[in-house]
């Protein structure tokens, strides 16, 4: 009977603390729940094919000058950022030319580790961005993945990397490269503080609500300039520029008016074309064959534009692991296999 008694007892709290989590789940729109329980389900970490040992060409004798890339690292898109660095450095004339900066916002110890194994031979220098600097800034978007602190970081690269790093490139986790990336690296910037693929051919009233464009003193800031979208998941940056034209204040201003107005519905990308569309340099859309990801709500399915090709992004609400994984791939994913270096990867090439 004392033994029934203590099950009893236990069973009941287990049942209260059932009831209890049911009563009061996580709220979906709660970041900090949010990020806590998807960093719960990676207690197994992901495992990785180590990669092979790049070394530079015969050219590159020659060739002292280092190539800065700068990505965000987060456990969440971990793979992705594999698939990208791998593909950098596997088309890279000179990859040991190449310096990876990553932004992480809390310490990962398996997430570095898993850089380590998989790239022995990788330089590379990891920073940690603080938060608090964006915290009340960041307005609710349409997918909750663009309101993540770390998706900001890039307004900050000027201020977190050492001051000799004066030009960068800067890349999202959702993309592989098929060139060379010193031709990119290489581009003309001519004078202006950023470069991009420019597409003049979108509607930007769409990146904007009702309260910007019906504000005259809002809508008069593109005056005396041709505002068009540009993706700010490759971008080169003069870094010195950026630094000169205190340019992350001038991004984060937008982002206090967008506090108090709602002038638009994505997340980092508004702010920056608030500041510069019109204002970048414009290089070839080779080097930015993005939307591959669709749309931000649905991410449908979306073919290759048609043109040269350096630089396949996947930006948008679809990812090329996760479709690849649930076996209902798009047909642009199966250009993104090659490239993953995931040990446990059964990637299906059925439609």
């Known amino acids: 009977m004392a033994f029934f008694r203590r099950f009893s007892s236990v069973g009941l709290l287990l049942i209260l603390l059932l009831l209890l989590l049911l009563e009061h789940p996580a709220s979906a729109t709660d970041t900090t729940n949010y990020r806590h329980a998807t960093i719960l389900k990676l207690d197994t970490p992901l495992i990785f094919q180590e990669a092979p040992a790049f070394r530079n060409g015969e050219t590159c004798a020659s060739d002292n000058s280092t190539i800065h890339v700068a990505m965000t690292l987060d456990a969440n898109y971990l793979r992705g950022t594999m698939a990208a660095v791998f593909s950098i450095i596997q088309h890279s004339t000179c990859p040991e030319n190449v310096v990876f900066h990553f932004l992480w916002v809390r310490h990962e110890p398996e997430v570095l580790s898993s850089i380590k194994t998989t790239f022995p031979y990788l330089n590379f220098k990891v920073y940690g961005f603080d938060t608090t600097r964006i915290r009340g800034l960041i307005s609710k978007s349409i997918r909750q993945a663009l309101d993540q602190p770390l998706n900001y970081a890039r307004i900050y ?128 859309h080779r080097w930015n064959q993005h939307g591959l990801g669709g749309d931000n709500i649905e991410g449908k399915c979306r073919g290759l534009h048609p043109g040269p090709i350096s630089l396949l992004h996947w930006s948008g609400k679809g990812k090329p692991w996760l479709r690849l994984d649930s076996r209902k791939p798009c047909n642009v994913d199966h250009l993104w296999a090659p490239y993953d270096l995931y040990r446990s990867s059964k990637h299906s090439f059925e439609e």
């Open 157 to 284: 690269l000027a201020d977190m990397l050492p001051q000799e790093v004066e030009r960068l490139i800067y890349l999202d986790s959702d993309l592989v490269m098929v060139d060379d990336v010193s031709k990119l690296w290489g581009v003309d910037l001519k004078g202006k503080v950023l470069a991009a693929p420019e597409y003049c051919h979108a509607n930007l009233t769409n990146y904007f609500t009702e309260a910007f464009w019906s504000n005259p003193e809002l809508s008069r800031t593109f005056e005396g300039r041709r505002p068009c979208y540009f993706n700010t998941g490759v971008m080169v940056v003069d870094m010195e520029k950026w630094r000169k034209g205190n340019y992350s204040q001038r991004v984060e201003e937008w982002m206090v008016v967008q506090k108090q107005k709602r002038i638009y519905h994505l997340g980092s990308l508004p702010p920056f074309l608030l500041v510069l569309a019109g204002n970048i340099e414009p290089i070839d």
